[in-house]
């Protein structure tokens, strides 16, 4: 959550991780001094490195590895997904995952798997706005 503002639409925020997501649209952030913040949100993406920390999700969004009885581990339980879109396909619609998370450790998912998940959500709206 660092960076230079490109669009008005973004905020760093460095030194903030993600405490709990609601269902109406808000995210709570908690800094390293133990404030929270409350945000309004239409999408979040949560760029958590090689050693992921899901506390944010609710329990039963936690098993989410490829053997739902252990954690999420990049090396040896990645996260279970839909091959071509990249969807959390044990999670509610809305949850993609790329990267470490799903066993790829190499720079070239910000090619693929950024512009899959991209296609899949923009050809899913495209058909909702379509009815």
């Known amino acids: 959550m660092k960076g230079t ?3 008005p639409d973004y905020h760093a925020l460095p030194g903030h991780q993600v405490l ?8 709570c952030l908690g ?7 409350i945000l309004e949100i239409t999408a979040a993406a949560i760029l958590i490195g090689s050693q992921p920390d899901l506390s944010f999700l609710p329990p ?3 098993n989410l590895g490829i053997d739902m009885n252990k954690p999420v581990d ?3 339980n990645p996260m279970h997904i839909e091959p071509f879109s990249y969807r959390c396909d044990r999670a509610p619609p809305g949850l993609y995952a790329l990267g470490p998370l799903v066993g790829d450790n190499f720079v070239r998912f910000l090619q693929g798997g950024a512009i899959a998940v991209a296609s899949f959500i923009y050809k899913e709206n495209s058909l909702h706005q379509e009815r």
């Open 60 to 62: 039963k969004l936690r």
């Open 74 to 76: 990049c090396k040896v």
């Open 31 to 37: 800094d390293s001094e133990g404030h929270n913040k």
């Open 5 to 7: 503002a490109t669009s």
């Open 20 to 27: 709990e997501f609601s269902e109406d649209n808000f995210v």
